[in-house]
């Protein structure tokens, strides 16, 4: 790509300082100067601010006959308005390819955009005094995605707007929903793993623009309806839209393609030499390594690759906003890209794999599973059972109050946050308490998943008399899985009665 001032004539066209990227001839295009070229993209979008302003779409080189002059498909004599061909942004379910094609070899990336802070208007933001500064929603407009959070012009046309992710990938755009991540729910989940499936065969690699409220539900959802899938899904989003200017968007969008199309080759798919952080001991040296692979689900935050059934949102306001309390991170973005080989998932079967947590089932420990996947051959799973509900246990609660019947009033799954390794309250009688209570419940048919409050360790429920008496009941006790996790992949095994539940599909045991 040229520099403005190389194909402004003589650097005469007007300055102003705003940048440009674009690939053209040095003088003209389609016959006209390259100044008159910046007065109609003025005319075009003079809503957009000079200091983010650049060609409105790219402009391709060597198209030969003219018969495609930018990667939009605009052709002579068109004219650029809202839902063309050309359109700058393009209408909500419509692709958009806001890139220059190269000649080198590139992997094609797939953006999809569900909603979120990423792509919404700092419009919707102000800064409150009396919060010391903070960046906040205007009153009355978070998670009103209406009118003043609908995607802005630098998402859809974010490779004007981060060019630097033009030297990765070739990107496509599409905008599948605009919603606030709050009502992202397993309708939703449905729907954008289902796109993900249709467009699987079509692009080396994906990335999923989320808000960060549920992203790791959403996450944990693609990665086990989709296991399998063999090609990187990356889900990433921001604390500060694309537009602001300590945003931490643009960094999360430039590391989630730097993942996703790590170690592509064009003939080989993604695989190529790579710097391996995992050490064989204490103060090891890094290993060269080669034939790294992603093909898992991922969620890309904060300068951290982490596995996305392992996710978790921890902060609600610092920029590294999730964590993985299980399972340690796939890479390490900083300076360079610290790949951690022997943490990605691969996928043939169980198996003592090394470095991972412990996976257990009812009566214990099972072996060490924690990056292996059952799913060799890719199966789509795209149907869910959403009537889950997560039931912490507190102290000095009574079930029966404050539950009831949950299967009477359509509950068929229950994920169960015992204390510690499994362990609840003794009950006085047969009348009150959980066990009673749970007994009741798996009378009527309810599926009880066994889990820990705790966010890491093994379950051993069978230390404890009500564990042992939970378990006699019919309650699968199984590996610690994050609360997200367990959620979904109970909604998925009651639509999908053939799996079992302490069985890997995505390395989330």
């Not at 359109?87 to 806001?98: K, S, W």
């Not at 064009?266 to 190529?272: L, P, V």
């Not at 509900?389 to 068929?412: N, S």
């Not at 996790?485 to 539940?501: D, F, S, T, Y």
């Amino acid at each position: 790509s040229a520099s403005r001032e190389d194909i402004i004539d003589g650097g005469r066209a007007r300055d102003g300082g705003r940048g440009c990227t674009a690939s053209a001839t040095r003088r003209t295009f389609r016959g006209k100067r390259v100044s008159q070229i910046f007065e109609d993209a003025d005319a075009v979008s003079p809503q957009m601010e000079p200091a983010s302003f650049f060609f409105p779409t790219a402009i391709a080189v060597g198209s030969g006959d003219g018969s495609r002059l930018d990667a939009a498909g605009t052709k002579p004599g068109e004219t650029f308005s809202l839902g063309s061909e050309a359109c700058l942004v393009p209408l909500q379910g419509n692709t958009h390819r806001p890139i220059v094609y190269q000649t080198k070899p590139l992997p094609s990336v797939l953006i999809l955009h569900t909603g979120g802070t990423l792509g919404m208007s700092s419009l919707a933001l102000e800064t409150r005094d009396d919060l010391l500064g903070a960046v906040v929603f205007k009153e009355g407009t978070g998670g009103d995605y209406t009118t003043p959070l609908q995607p802005s012009n630098l998402l859809l046309n974010l490779v004007t707007v981060v060019p630097e992710l033009r030297t990765f990938a070739n990107l496509e755009v599409k905008v599948l929903m605009n919603k606030d991540s709050c009502q992202i729910g397993p309708h939703e989940w449905v729907q954008i793993a289902t796109e993900l499936d249709e467009q699987r065969g079509k692009f080396d690699a994906f990335i999923v623009v989320h808000g960060t409220d549920t992203l790791a539900y959403t996450a944990s959802a693609l990665s086990l309806m989709l296991a399998g899938f063999k090609k990187p899904i990356i889900v990433t989003g921001s604390q500060l839209p694309l537009d602001m200017p300590r945003s931490d968007a643009r960094q999360n969008l430039i590391d989630a393609v730097t993942c996703a199309t790590a170690g592509f080759d064009a003939g080989n798919g993604h695989t190529a030499t790579v710097r391996d952080s995992s050490n064989d001991g204490i103060g090891a040296p890094d290993k060269t390594v080669t034939s790294l692979t992603l093909r898992e689900v991922a969620v890309c935050f904060g300068g951290k690759l982490l596995r996305a059934n392992r996710t978790r949102k921890t902060s609600a306001t610092v920029y590294s906003a999730f964590g993985s309390p299980q399972y340690p991170p796939l890479a390490q973005l900083g300076v360079g890209v610290e790949w951690k080989k022997d943490a990605l998932l691969f996928h043939g079967g169980f198996g003592n794999t090394g470095n991972t947590g412990n996976t257990t089932s009812n009566t214990g420990n099972t072996g060490n599973t924690g990056n292996t996947s059952n799913a060799d051959e890719y199966t789509p799973r795209l149907k869910l059972n959403p009537n889950v509900l997560r039931v912490p246990i507190v102290p000095g609660c009574a079930p029966e109050l404050a539950y009831g019947d949950l299967h009477g009033r359509g509950v068929r799954g229950i994920v169960l946050e015992a204390f510690g390794v499994g362990n609840m309250p003794m009950s006085v009688d047969d009348v009150s308490g959980w066990i009673p209570w749970l007994r009741g419940q798996r009378n009527k048919g309810m599926v009880i998943y066994l889990t820990s409050q705790c966010e890491s360790g093994d379950m051993h429920p069978e230390l404890y008399a009500t564990g042992s008496a939970a378990l006699g009941l019919g309650a699968i006790a199984g590996p610690i899985m994050t609360p997200e996790c367990a959620v979904v992949k109970l909604m998925l095994c009651l639509a999908h009665p053939e799996l079992p539940l302490t069985a890997p599909l995505a390395g989330e045991l």
